[in-house]
């Protein structure tokens, strides 16, 4: 969609193998919607982050592109969230 007001691109939507990459992380979900002027993508339908040797999984995924960080939740309250954490693989992660 396109914002007339901001003179952007507001949102771009994506279906099937979805896949992110950002400075050294990789997000894949079924579906992905890039909000341009918030700066952030939401991840759904099964959305797994990694980073170095750390992965979160989750229904649904936020990337908060500005902050630098990434929230995950379930489907719905009280689901689960699966996160696999390597302290080794905190230290191989490259630096910004």
């Given at each position: 969609?396109y914002?007339?007001?901001?003179?952007?691109?507001?949102?771009?939507?994506?279906?099937?193998?979805?896949?992110?990459?950002?400075?050294?992380?990789?997000?894949?979900?079924?579906?992905?919607?890039?909000?341009?002027?918030?700066?952030?993508?939401?991840?759904?339908?099964?959305?797994?982050?990694?980073?170095?040797?750390?992965?979160?999984?989750?229904?649904?995924?936020?990337?908060?592109?500005?902050?630098?960080?990434s929230?995950?939740?379930?489907?719905?309250?009280?689901?689960?969230?699966?996160?696999?954490?390597?302290?080794?693989?905190?230290?191989?992660?490259?630096?910004?």
């Amino acid at each position: 969609d396109y914002s007339r007001e901001a003179g952007a691109v507001d949102r771009i939507e994506a279906q099937g193998n979805v896949r992110v990459v950002q400075e050294g992380r990789e997000a894949r979900s079924a579906r992905a919607t890039l909000y341009n002027l918030e700066q952030r993508i939401v991840l759904s339908g099964g959305a797994t982050l990694r980073q170095g040797q750390n992965t979160l999984q989750g229904e649904t995924l936020t990337i908060f592109l500005q902050e630098n960080r990434s929230v995950v939740t379930g489907d719905k309250e009280g689901d689960r969230v699966k996160a696999v954490i390597n302290p080794r693989g905190i230290l191989e992660t490259p630096p910004k």
